[in-house]
């Protein structure tokens, strides 16, 4: 099993922000209702859990998360984003974007 990613790690990519209420651990409040749960692996910063619905979606990593709304765009994918930070979801690749950093995370498996 891959960690999850470590604060450390997070804080050098300027991620860590949008990371920060306390949740229990890789799963979200059973009232948010999200019709999909996805994991995927960052490299070098361990796994995370999407979980999304049409209109948002709940970004989870450890035992911290951030909400996310959803974004229309022409762009190719789902984009979700909160004003700090924003997930593309493309295929299997997930983005997480705080600019100017980014993240590119691989999907492992549907939880």
């Not at 999407?50 to 762009?75: P, T």
Request: charge should be negative.
């Amino acid at each position: 099993m891959v960690p999850p990613i470590s604060r450390l790690a997070l804080s050098s990519c300027l991620l860590l922000a949008a990371l920060v209420s306390p949740v229990k651990a890789m799963q979200s409040p059973w009232w948010e209702n999200y019709d999909l749960k996805e994991r995927f692996v960052c490299p070098d910063h361990g796994a995370l859990v999407l979980e999304r619905n049409e209109s948002q979606a709940s970004l989870i990593s450890g035992r911290s998360s951030s909400i996310l709304f959803r974004e229309a765009s022409d762009n190719p994918g789902l984009i979700y984003g909160n004003g700090a930070l924003r997930v593309i979801l493309r295929g299997d690749e997930l983005t997480l974007e705080q600019l100017p950093q980014r993240l590119l995370c691989l999907r492992t498996e549907d939880v």
